[in-house]
């Protein structure tokens, strides 16, 4: 059962778009039958709809993937590397479909959905390599006679819980890993996939972390979701990945070199309308340059074309949902109101339907402001100064989040003083754009714990460590004490 709305675009494969939840390796319903509309956010209208699965949908997925995960957890290396990669090869053939579908979805340009396929295709790639890569240990122990074993045993099902920000990319980044580390014969209950509407999502979310059978979750979300995540998962001590909120610093020093600067900052901000929990929230200008940093900015930014996604010309899409363009309207009526002066935007654009919101930036902004202590999450970018090192770190520093943050300088010895003293998971030195396959993603404080990405790191958190002490006999050198 599909929606009986017209899609508004062609695609070279029609197969590709599906409309139901994929369990046991067949295309179904939610068991009430229940549907919600996906709607464009460029014009506001709905063109599909999807199951609205809730808790009653669980132990039935859940299930059918721990029998898979019974049936294949001894699959080698090389064939769980050799399935990742046709799996690769399958995206790939379909990449320019799957944008399409993101770009109707989301809202983001063409041109940024097509990069969102690039980037997730870099985990399917990287993490095939990784299949190959998992191995233990052996070691002598400070006993005579005694050898200490470890092995790598994969930890069964996985439930990723995934943000609609970056659709495409969050769930190749979390099934990869888990993939790599264990259900690559891509048995037809390997991958599951639950949609439902926000109605349903708290219960289905919890039912899922609560079921005995689930051993790992893995959340990309809200800090306040994120909580109540591991809340479900401390019952039952479920091994939790938390991937959170951002209120990313930019800081922007005196010796920069501005126009790179600036650059870095276009794309981070405005990327998908600064939907992003790694872009840059809050940004720090030393005084000696804030001026013409402002100046450079604006110039730029003025340059974006807003429009629907799927326009050739869009380099600056809607914002995926009303709710969004509310928050980051009252964000800048709150700037406003405390002092903030309005450099460009600061309302949504004539003569678009759909979720717009002109991309804004806000002067003078201080601390006493919502867009200081809030993640946007949209359009929006306030310029802070400040005068010394110290002042700078101390602001950047000043928030419960710690996911990434970004410096400019020329000074190599303050790139070091800084990525030693920022608070975050993921440090940018004079870049905007440290996101990759290779690099370990995540953060600290409330803006969660454990990795995704990297090397080692992340497929160990789809794996468990198992000891072993094996004794031998006296042996004859030992007798003799040499």
């Not at 929606?3 to 369990?23: G, H, I, M, N, R």
């Not at 219960?203 to 909580?227: A, D, I």
């Not at 030393?286 to 326009?311: D, P, R």
Request: proline residues 4%; charged residues 20%; hydrophobic residues 40%.
């Amino acid at each position: 059962m599909g929606s009986a709305y017209e899609v508004p675009f062609q695609l070279e494969d029609p197969t590709l778009l599906k409309q139901q939840s994929f369990v046991n390796g067949e295309w179904v319903e939610a068991a009430s039958g229940a549907r919600f509309d996906v709607i464009d956010p460029g014009t506001g209208n709905s063109f599909a709809s999807c199951p609205a699965n809730d808790t009653e949908d669980v132990n039935f997925a859940v299930q059918t993937s721990h029998d898979a995960f019974q049936r294949y957890r001894y699959t080698t290396p090389r064939r769980r590397a050799q399935m990742l990669l046709r799996w690769h090869e399958l995206i790939t053939a379909a990449k320019s479909d799957i944008a399409t579908i993101v770009t109707y979805e989301t809202g983001k340009p063409r041109a940024e959905a097509l990069g969102e396929l690039d980037y997730a295709l870099g985990f399917t790639w990287w993490f095939a390599g990784e299949a190959e890569r998992i191995q233990g240990t052996v070691g002598h122990s400070s006993i005579p006679n005694r050898r200490v074993i470890t092995i790598k045993q994969f930890i069964g099902v996985s439930v990723a819980l995934v943000p609609w920000n970056f659709p495409v990319a969050m769930i190749l980044r979390k099934a990869s890993a888990a993939l790599a580390a264990v259900r690559a014969g891509f048995d037809k209950a390997a991958l599951t996939v639950l949609t439902t509407d926000m109605k349903r999502t708290p219960g289905l979310s919890e039912s899922l972390c609560k079921h005995p059978l689930v051993c790992k979750v893995t959340f990309t979300g809200s800090t306040r979701v994120g909580k109540l995540i591991s809340h479900h998962c401390s019952d039952g001590l479920k091994k939790l990945t938390l991937e959170l909120g951002g209120n990313c610093p930019f800081v922007v020093f005196d010796d920069a070199d501005l126009e790179k600067a600036a650059d870095a900052l276009i794309q981070l901000k405005w990327r998908h309308a600064g939907q992003a929990c790694i872009t840059a929230n809050r940004v720090y200008v030393q005084k000696g340059v804030y001026s013409a940093f402002e100046t450079l900015l604006a110039e730029k930014t003025k340059k974006l074309k807003i429009g629907h996604g799927s326009a050739k010309d869009t380099t600056l899409g809607p914002l995926t949902t009303l709710a969004g363009v509310d928050k980051v309207e009252s964000q800048v009526k709150d700037a406003i109101a405390q002092g903030g002066r309005l450099v460009l935007g600061g309302s949504r654009p004539d003569g678009l339907n759909g979720y717009f919101y002109s991309p804004t930036i806000i002067a003078e902004a201080n601390e006493k402001m919502m867009v200081a202590n809030e993640e946007t999450f949209g359009p929006l970018c306030a310029l802070f100064s400040f005068d010394t090192e110290d002042e700078a770190v101390t602001c950047a520093n000043n928030t419960s989040m710690g996911l990434a943050s970004y410096v400019f300088t020329r000074d190599v010895n303050r790139t070091w003083r800084l990525l030693e003293s920022l608070e975050a998971g993921m440090i940018g030195l004079n870049t905007g754009n440290q996101s990759a396959a290779e690099s370990p993603f995540g953060g600290i404080k409330e803006s969660g714990y454990g990795k995704e990405s990297g090397k080692d790191v992340a497929i160990n958190e789809y794996l468990i460590t198992k000891s072993a002490t094996l004794t031998l006999d006296e042996s004859p050198v030992t007798k003799c004490n040499i």
